[in-house]
């Protein structure tokens, strides 16, 4: 499964972006997906993650109210709305794609990562 990520930019505390992730090479709707986060000198964190279906959704307490996860099983393609953006939101956020098909916060059920995007949120 490749992986393409995009929609990362530079934007001030209060505004919104979309990200995009494409997949090719399987089967998109057997994926669970799921965004992650690495800010400047930190470790990657979990952001978002969706089923296979769209059913299930989870969000990390940090973004839960201000992004939303969301597919297109038919553009093999996972967005991530995200509004009300702060400045310790300024990451790169990378997707990724599992083979379980429920929502699921925990990395090492992904087994295809996508390149990153960044963003930056100024204050």
């Known amino acids: 499964v490749q992986l393409q990520a995009s929609g990362g930019g530079l934007v001030q505390a209060g505004g919104s972006l979309r990200l995009s992730c494409a997949a090719s090479g399987r089967t998109f709707s057997t994926l669970s997906m799921g965004w992650f986060r690495q800010p400047p000198g930190k470790e990657r964190e979990f952001v978002a993650a969706?089923?296979?279906?769209?059913?299930?959704?989870t969000y990390a307490d940090s973004v839960k109210g201000r992004f939303t996860i969301s597919r297109d099983n038919a553009k093999n393609t996972v967005y991530l709305q995200m509004n009300s953006l702060k400045p310790e939101d300024t990451a790169v956020y990378y997707c990724?794609?599992?083979?379980?098909?429920?929502?699921?916060?925990?990395?090492?059920?992904?087994?295809?990562w996508g390149q990153g995007t960044l963003v930056t949120v100024s204050s």
């Open positions: 990724a794609a599992s083979s379980i098909t429920i929502a699921t916060m925990h990395p090492q059920w992904y087994r295809y």
């Open positions: 969706i089923s296979w279906s769209g059913g299930s959704t």
